[in-house]
Each structure stands twice: as structure tokens, then as C-alpha cells.
């Protein structure tokens, strides 16, 4: 199987004896409450989903990959991992303090050993991961809108509390062990956040007959507005696979993050990721992680050509559409009837607006009919 990231995978989460005594000494220790990003980000270092970060970055790795999309070691990274608090909150800490971090409920999730507290450059790094410094773009919103200061350090965690999606929630060491058990020696993997439609059916099956198997893999977690929710996404994708897919040949299982609609930087973390979790291939698509039209079609191809050491092996889909004289879906390498009517492209827009009015039948045009009856009977849809 493909070697992690940095041949490292990380874990960070306590033994049983080390747990009961932090928790133990709780009381005394230093606080301080963390929202739910925060909190997901603690689980992918902990669990390796991050590998080989051990914990928030220090300011050296994130000013090496804002010059050269890499760690401080010269291994590939281009989204800094950082935890931002205010000016308040960085007066009451000191470097070389240990601090418990804390959920809503005032229960302890890490430990955070502060090595450094310093300034967030949010102009440069917005810049370097978002290529833009448009306020519109909502990664670039995200980031100026962060507080001033960051505090990094290693992290040991104590509790993780899995509350929705626990049964397709894997974690790196889980999966690796699911696909040596499933005698998967090379995996797909493929990033989504939306609903399928047969353009995802088309790109999957095309990648599955070149590996072992598929491990569909959409991210649960924060959104822009008018996204699908985390349920639907994960509910069409149940309807397809029960319908249509070999149970021993495909899995699926989600990553907790956030979309940072980081186009082609974003598509190499995600590539990262999926290496760790022991993916060999990571399907790319036309404008991968990209919003707007911030980015090129096929910028997100085009990158992984400055990092050929990453070994996770992109496969790189052109754009895809029906075709009515083929009698399927296609792409532009493959059918020659450019400009006629036969060709039907597969638009999202398009897609959303029927489920919205009701189309069924234009619906199942462009997915299956299973999976379109799923989405006309479902209440909450999209992001709000």
C-alpha cells in the first residue's frame, strides 16, 4: 500500500492511561474553547488524516509554503493548517504554556502545547492558496475576516465526540485496514460535495477499471451557501451505490473538513489527504475545488506537474457531457459531434434548478432515476 505522507502516520491521540490523567488535572490546567473547524482540524492531526503534521503550524512552515507551496522540510503543502484567536485571547498566553481546548460543552477534546504565538499574514497567504485577493471569493472572505494572531504548537488529543455520520466516519490507520482487508492494493479516491449525477457515475467507473477499488469520499463539514447539505449528499450517494455499484469493489467514507474552494492548490491538499487514508489514484476533475471562474478548467490538472514526488497518481477528467448519438456520456477526446444538437452538457446549475422545480423527467436525463426520486423527496436540500 502507498506510503503517507512524508512516510509518517501521525497519531496524537492519548493512550487510555495518559487521558485519565490529564483529565484528571483538567481543572488546574489553562482553557480555552474552540468552535467546531477547530475542532475537526484536531481530529485530522490527531488521527492522520494530516500526516505528518503533529499539530498547528509554526510560522517558518507557513511563510515556506506561502514562497514555495512546501513545509520547511521541502516536502508538498499548500494550504497552512493554522489556529487564528484574537488579540484577547493571545494576551492571556504565554509560548510554552499547555493549554486544554474545549468544546461548547466545556469538555476537553486536546491538549495544545504553544510553541509560538505570531501575526496571521492573511494577505499572503489568501493570495498564495486563493491566487486572488477578491473579497468575493469565499476562501479569500474567510481568511481576511480571521482574527490577528495564530498560535501553533503540537497537540495530543484527549476525546474525540462523533456525533452525526458516525458509521461512515474512517479514519486513516481504519481505512488502510479496510482496504488490506478487502485485498485492495491500489485505491481510487474521489473528493466530492455535491449529489451524483451520471458525469461522477461516468468518472468513478472509468477510474475503477484501472485499480482495485473506489472509496468515494465527500467531505462533511462547512459550506458556502446553496451547496448541497452533508445528509442529501450522503443519502444520493447510498441510492447510486445500493443500485449501482459493486459492494466489493467500492466504499464510501467521508472527510471531515472544510471547502476552502482553493482550485488547484486545494486539489494537491486533497490529494494529500486521500494518499493518507491509502489512496494510490485521486480522481481530478474539470475545475476541481474551484468557484467562480477564479481558476482555469484545467489548472487543477496542470499542478500535480510540480510535484511529481507526491506518488498518489491523479487522474485527470476532461470535461464530460451526454451525447445522444453516442448513446452516453462522453467527453471531448472521445465524441466528435462538437456544436450539435446531439451534445447535452451536465450542469449543476441545470441539475439543481430541476430538483428545485420538481423535473423528474429532465431530472432523469442526467442521474439516475433512483437517486433523482431520492433529492424530489427530501425537505432540506441546499445550504442556507
Known amino acids: 500500500m502507498i506510503n503517507p505522507h512524508g512516510n509518517k502516520l501521525t497519531d496524537k491521540v492519548l493512550p487510555e492511561k495518559e487521558k485519565i490523567r490529564i483529565e484528571s488535572e483538567f481543572q488546574s490546567m489553562l482553557k480555552l474553547e474552540v468552535n467546531n473547524e477547530v475542532i475537526e482540524d484536531l481530529y485530522n492531526i490527531a488521527h492522520g488524516v494530516f500526516s505528518p503534521l503533529e499539530g498547528f503550524m509554526v510560522e517558518e512552515d507557513v511563510q ?25 485571547t493571545a494576551k492571556g498566553y504565554s ?35 486563493f491566487q486572488t485577493l477578491d473579497k468575493d ?5 474567510k481568511v481576511l475576516n480571521s482574527n490577528d494572531n495564530l498560535f501553533a504548537g503540537k497537540i495530543d488529543l484527549v476525546n474525540t465526540f462523533i456525533k452525526d455520520f458516525k458509521e461512515y466516519t474512517f479514519y486513516p490507520q481504519q481505512t488502510r485496514a479496510l482496504f488490506k482487508k478487502k ?9 466530492t460535495r455535491n449529489v451524483p449525477h451520471l ?15 473506489l472509496f468515494v469520499n465527500p467531505i462533511i463539514g462547512k459550506k ?29 467514507g467521508i472527510l471531515r473538513t472544510r471547502m476552502r474552494y482553493g482550485g488547484p492548490k486545494e486539489a ?3 490529494s494529500i489527504m486521500r494518499k493518507n487514508f491509502g489512496c494510490s489514484h485521486f480522481i481530478v476533475g474539470r475545475d476541481h475545488a474551484g468557484v467562480g471562474s477564479y481558476y482555469g478548467p484545467f489548472d487543477a490538472h496542470a499542478i500535480f506537474d510540480k510535484f511529481p514526488e507526491l506518488e498518489i497518481k491523479p487522474i485527470c477528467f476532461r470535461s464530460f457531457f451526454k451525447c445522444d448519438k453516442c448513446g452516453g456520456v462522453v467527453n471531448d477526446y472521445t465524441c466528435p459531434h462538437d456544436g450539435t444538437e ?22 432523469t436525463e442526467y442521474m439516475r432515476p433512483e437517486v433523482a426520486e431520492y433529492l424530489l423527496n427530501q425537505k432540506e436540500l441546499f445550504v442556507k
Open 64 to 88: 515556506s509554503i506561502i514562497k514555495n507551496d512546501r513545509l520547511t522540510n521541502d516536502l508538498a503543502w499548500t494550504i497552512p493548517i493554522t489556529f487564528d484567536v484574537n488579540d484577547d
Open 95 to 129: 509560548e510554552g504554556d499547555d493549554i486544554a481546548l474545549t468544546n461548547s460543552e466545556g469538555k476537553i477534546i486536546a491538549v495544545l502545547h504553544l510553541e509560538q504565538i505570531y501575526k496571521h499574514e492573511k494577505k499572503a497567504i489568501a493570495e498564495s492558496c
Open 137 to 141: 471569493h469565499p476562501g479569500v472572505e
Open 183 to 191: 485485498g485492495w492494493k491500489t485505491v481510487v479516491g474521489f473528493q
Open 199 to 213: 458525469g461522477h457515475e461516468y468518472v468513478q467507473k472509468t477510474a475503477l477499471t484501472m485499480v482495485d477499488g
Open 224 to 252: 458556502k451557501t446553496n451547496d448541497f447539505t452533508d445528509p442529501v449528499i450522503l443519502g444520493s450517494y447510498n441510492v447510486l451505490m445500493d443500485n449501482y455499484y459493486r459492494k466489493d469493489r467500492t466504499m464510501m
Open 268 to 270: 494537491i491538499f486533497h
Open 342 to 363: 446531439y451534445q447535452k452538457m451536465i450542469s449543476g446549475r441545470k441539475i439543481r434548478k430541476m430538483i428545485v422545480d420538481k423535473q423528474l423527467d429532465g431530472l
